[in-house]
C-alpha cells in the first residue's frame, strides 16, 4: 500500500550535502536521534503549557524538522560509517517515544477528543512494533503503509496548521482521528501480513 514513506530517498537527496557538512564537523547519528527526541519532548511540553489554538502551529514545524533529522541520523549512520547496535536501539525507541510525547499532549487541549487521540498513538507504538518485529521472525524491517510514521507526521501537521489557523475544531475530527485509527490497524496487519510472505519467499527459494 502506498505511503508518503516512499518519497524518503528524494527527501534524502536534497538533505545529503547537509549531512557532509555535519559528518566532517564531527555530529554523529546518535546526536541527532536523541536531537530529534528532546525537540518532540519540548513540543509536547509547549502543547500543555499554552492552550490558545495558535500553540498548534508548532506541529508543522517541528515534525518537518524531527523529519529531516530522522533522515539525517540514517544518512550518517549509513553513509558515513557510525552505524552501530545502540545506534539502531535509540533509533526506534526515539520514534516511538518522540511520537508520544508530541501527540499525547493532544489529548488533554480543548481541540481534540481525549480517547481517540490515546487510541491513534498506542496504535501507532504497535505499528512501529510490527515493524520491527519483521527483524525478529527473519524478514526485513518493514515499513509498508498506508499509515506509518511519516504519514502520521504528515497528518497531525496538516491538523496542526488548520487548527492553529484558526480552523474550527468538531465531531469532523473525532472521526477523522477514528479514521486514522483505522488506518493504523491496517498497517499492522500488512506489516505483518508482508513480513510472513517475506520470510515464506525466503524459505521457498533455500
Known amino acids: 500500500m502506498a505511503s508518503i514513506y516512499q518519497l524518503k530517498p528524494a527527501f534524502q537527496g536534497l538533505l545529503r550535502p547537509l549531512v557532509r557538512t555535519l559528518a566532517r564537523a564531527g555530529v554523529t547519528a546518535n546526536q541527532v536521534t536523541i536531537a530529534a527526541l528532546l525537540l518532540s519532548c519540548a513540543a509536547g511540553a509547549l502543547l500543555l503549557w499554552r492552550?490558545?489554538?495558535?500553540?498548534?502551529?508548532?506541529?508543522?514545524?517541528?515534525?518537518?524538522?524531527?523529519?529531516?533529522?530522522?533522515?539525517?541520523d540514517g544518512m550518517l549512520a549509513r553513509e558515513h560509517a557510525q552505524a552501530s547496535k545502540l545506534g539502531a536501539i535509540l533509533n526506534e525507541l526515539g520514534?516511538?517515544?518522540?511520537?508520544?510525547?508530541?501527540?499525547?499532549?493532544?489529548a488533554l487541549r480543548a481541540e481534540f477528543p481525549t480517547i481517540p487521540v490515546v487510541v491513534v498513538v498506542v496504535l501507532a507504538i504497535l505499528v512501529e512494533m510490527t515493524g520491527v518485529i519483521g527483524?525478529?521472525?527473519?524478514?526485513?524491517?518493514?515499513?509498508?503503509?498506508?499509515?506509518?510514521?511519516?504519514?502520521?507526521?504528515?497528518?497531525?501537521?496538516?491538523?496542526?496548521?488548520?487548527?492553529?489557523?484558526?480552523?474550527?475544531?468538531?465531531?469532523?475530527l473525532t472521526w477523522l482521528l477514528w479514521v486514522?485509527?483505522?488506518?493504523?490497524?491496517?498497517?499492522?496487519?500488512?506489516?505483518?501480513?508482508?513480513?510472513?510472505?517475506?520470510?515464506?519467499?525466503?524459505?521457498?527459494?533455500?
Open 180 to 206: 486514522l485509527a483505522a488506518l493504523s490497524g491496517a498497517t499492522i496487519v500488512n506489516r505483518a501480513r508482508r513480513a510472513l510472505a517475506e520470510v515464506g519467499a525466503k524459505g521457498r527459494s533455500a
Open 135 to 172: 527483524v525478529q521472525i527473519g524478514a526485513s524491517r518493514r515499513y509498508d503503509g498506508p499509515f506509518g510514521k511519516s504519514d502520521r507526521a504528515f497528518v497531525f501537521g496538516a491538523l496542526g496548521l488548520a487548527l492553529g489557523l484558526g480552523a474550527p475544531s468538531g465531531e469532523w
Open 51 to 72: 492552550p490558545e489554538n495558535h500553540a498548534l502551529l508548532v506541529l508543522p514545524i517541528v515534525l518537518f524538522i524531527r523529519m529531516a533529522l530522522n533522515a539525517i
Open 95 to 106: 520514534d516511538v517515544l518522540a511520537d508520544a510525547a508530541l501527540y499525547l499532549p493532544l
